[in-house]
């Protein structure tokens, strides 16, 4: 199935665009096993139509791809640049294959199309990605910070959640200024060792709080969209082509380019903050980071 | 024609450090994912990939469901 994945991003590559595998298959790739048979994926804006073309032809033991519910948005940079996912299906195979296609890596700090390495992306953007709401991804983020340490890069201090981890790195791993910047819950390590645990919780607690509302925002649209898209009699059975162009008419009417955007950073930043206030107190905020940085790449495309 | 050279580790990367961290990473993983994946994670990509293969393949045999809704956001 990788081998697949593989050959259909190598495609897009191979003629031009920018695209590379993240998530569960790219943290297997960098030793952090992940068993996934699905495969996320970032494309730039030329990527995203070749991918199309691609996906369109792709064929897996005799199956051809489709979007994946009714619930999918087009996979139409407009759309995506505002961070929207698509997601495809091969079905009729006995374990059914899913591509799902992004442009906006959620939670990146930086541009992920400066961070592609081979057919993947690079792991500071996988980690980033990893601070989902769901606890089954935080192990990952620690597990890639300190990878990075360990390939000499020291932003791998950014990535670990676990405090017996980042007390072990600091007796021997410089940690600079600009790091503890960065991330104030850092500043903690070596002066209380309990402290240093509460404000690592209150971290993920509000990274937690941040995924949750920025899904929901996506959600508050989605609904429509999917009645739209479920109801329309044209898009029972037809092909992909037609399917994409009766997807791109209803996102049309109901799917905004970017709630993101729409709602405001500031607003979602905060509601995520007041939230994690609510589960622990208002002293451990300081040790929050400045999360702006962290929704690099989200855009509004002109529709015409 | 040059010979592929190896990146160039800061200063600060010693080779007692390298060993200390090899350690650091092996124990977080055993802490969090277990033994078992712990050993899967330290082997080469090669031998990696096929153990996760069989895994899949075995809880596929015995009826795991791998299949998770679209939502139309990552």
């Known amino acids: 199935m990788d081998r697949f994945y593989e050959s259909i991003v190598q495609e897009v590559q191979d003629r031009g665009g920018i695209c590379a595998i993240t998530s569960g298959m790219a943290c297997v790739k960098y030793g952090v096993a992940q068993s996934t048979k699905d495969c996320d994926v970032l494309c730039d804006e030329v990527g995203v139509d070749l991918m199309r073309a691609v996906i369109a032809k792709a064929t897996l033991r005799g199956a051809t791809a489709a979007y994946h519910g009714h619930i999918t948005p087009p996979l139409d940079h407009r759309w995506l640049a505002g ?35 081979g057919l993947f992306v690079e792991m500071q953007i996988v980690a980033e990605m990893k ?18 340490i360990d390939s000499g890069e020291l932003t791998g201090w950014l990535h670990i959640f676990e405090a017996a981890t980042l007390e072990e790195l600091a007796s021997g791993v410089p940690l600079p200024d600009d790091l503890l910047e960065r991330r104030p819950a850092l500043r903690l390590i070596g002066i209380d060792h309990f402290d240093l645990r509460k404000a690592l919780m209150v971290e993920q607690t509000f990274w937690q709080e941040l995924d949750r509302v920025r899904i929901r ?88 | 024609m040059d010979q592929p050279t190896e990146l160039k580790q800061p200063e600060w990367m010693t080779p007692e450090l390298k060993a200390e961290l090899k350690r650091i990473e092996y124990e977080y993983h055993v802490r969090a994912f277990g033994e078992e994946m712990a050993r899967v994670n330290f082997l080469p990509e090669k031998e990696r990939m096929e153990y996760l293969y069989d895994m899949i393949d075995h809880a596929v045999a015995k009826g795991v469901k791998f299949d998770r809704p679209a939502r139309g956001v990552s």
């Not at chain 1, 442009?103 to 992920?112: F, H």
């Not at chain 1, 649209?221 to 037609?242: C, E, G, Q, T």
Request: glycine share 2%; with cysteine; charged share 25%.
């Open chain 1, 131 to 148: 601070r989902t709401d769901r606890a089954k991804d935080w192990p990952f983020c620690d597990s890639l910070g300190v990878k990075l």
């Open chain 1, 83 to 117: 961070g929207w996912t698509s997601h495809f299906i091969w079905e009729s195979l006995p374990v059914v294959p899913q591509l799902d296609v992004f442009s906006v890596a959620p939670r990146a700090s930086s541009n992920w199309t400066d961070a592609v390495d």
């Open chain 1, 217 to 304: 925002i996506h959600q508050d649209f989605i609904r429509k969209y999917m009645h739209a898209v479920k109801h329309d009699p044209r898009v029972k059975n037809s092909p992909l082509d037609v399917q994409h162009q009766l997807r791109i008419e209803h996102a049309l009417e109901w799917l905004p380019q970017c709630p993101i955007l729409d709602f405001g950073i500031a607003t979602l930043i905060e509601e995520a903050k007041m939230a994690t206030q609510r589960l622990h107190s208002k002293e451990w905020m300081k040790f929050l980071p400045d999360a702006t940085k962290h929704f690099c790449g989200l855009k509004r495309i002109s529709l015409s």
